[in-house]
């Protein structure tokens, strides 16, 4: 069964950091894409950033050069370096199984100014 369990998440200041990370088990989570999206209220679901198997990394325009989204294939663990952090970040973040409908239970980020 998949499980994806994210953790980190919590309030921060405007500028400050957090990271975010998501423990993976019941797939070949070392071979697989791995993703972050966020849902702001009343937004739709976006992609934050994913991480290949081979390390490559993409990013939302808006996050790059603020985040970072690394893995540990050792610990089945996918994170998310957020630095900078501004108020629009506010949102719940999820981690995903890159490209597949499996879904954590969310970790909240709330950013004040």
């Known amino acids: 069964q998949v499980q994806l369990v994210e953790s980190g998440g919590g309030l921060a200041q405007a500028g400050g950091s957090l990271r975010l990370s998501c423990a993976a088990s019941?797939?070949?989570?070392?071979?697989?894409?791995m993703g972050w999206y966020r849902q702001a209220p009343g937004k739709q679901r976006e992609l934050v950033a994913f991480i290949s198997s081979g390390g490559f990394t993409n990013y939302a325009e808006s996050m790059k050069g603020r985040f970072t989204i690394s893995r540990d294939n050792a610990k089945n663990t996918v994170y998310l370096r957020m630095n900078s952090l501004k108020p629009e970040d506010t949102a719940v973040y999820y981690c995903?199984?890159?490209?597949?409908?499996?879904w954590g239970q969310g970790t909240q980020v709330t950013v004040s100014s």
């Open positions: 995903n199984w890159y490209g597949q409908d499996y």
């Open positions: 019941g797939f070949a989570f070392s071979i697989k894409t």
